[in-house]
């Protein structure tokens, strides 16, 4: 069964920066696509980036194109999310997700097409 760790959520201030890692654990893993969301209380998991996982494309949510950057270590199972020119309103908690199987471009966005998901880690932007 795989496993998702976030980690390197914190309070920053509007303007700054943070990367956040996933590392996944307990088997084989070679999923299709991996992703980032983030949920506020009250509200819908919204989708920020993806990224498939063998041949690296990348998709981004409007909100954060160009101020977020998303990668992965495939040797260490580790997927990344830079986010630079933090906002208040990229407050949130950041989920990790994972697609075992294909997934189509248009349905990477979709939080029903991940298949694993972790715990997620708190990221605070405020002054």
């Known amino acids: 069964q795989v496993q998702l760790v976030e980690s390197g959520g914190d309070l920053e201030r509007p303007g700054g920066r943070l990367r956040l890692s996933c590392r996944a654990s307990?088997?084989?893993?070679?999923?299709?696509?991996m992703g980032w969301f983030r949920q506020v209380p009250g509200k819908e998991r919204e989708f920020v980036a993806s990224?498939?996982?063998?041949?690296?494309?990348?998709y981004y949510a409007d909100s954060v194109k160009g101020r977020f950057t998303v990668s992965r270590d495939n040797a260490k199972r580790t997927l990344y999310l830079q986010m630079t020119d933090l906002k208040p309103e990229d407050t949130a908690v950041y989920h990790c997700?994972?697609?075992?199987?294909?997934?189509?471009?248009?349905?990477?966005?979709?939080?029903?097409?991940?298949?694993?998901w972790g715990q997620g880690t708190q990221v605070s932007v405020s002054s």
């Open positions: 307990g088997g084989a893993f070679d999923p299709y696509a």
């Open positions: 997700a994972a697609a075992a199987g294909a997934v189509f471009s248009t349905a990477l966005g979709a939080p029903k097409s991940y298949d694993y």
């Open positions: 990224i498939l996982w063998r041949g690296g494309d990348t």
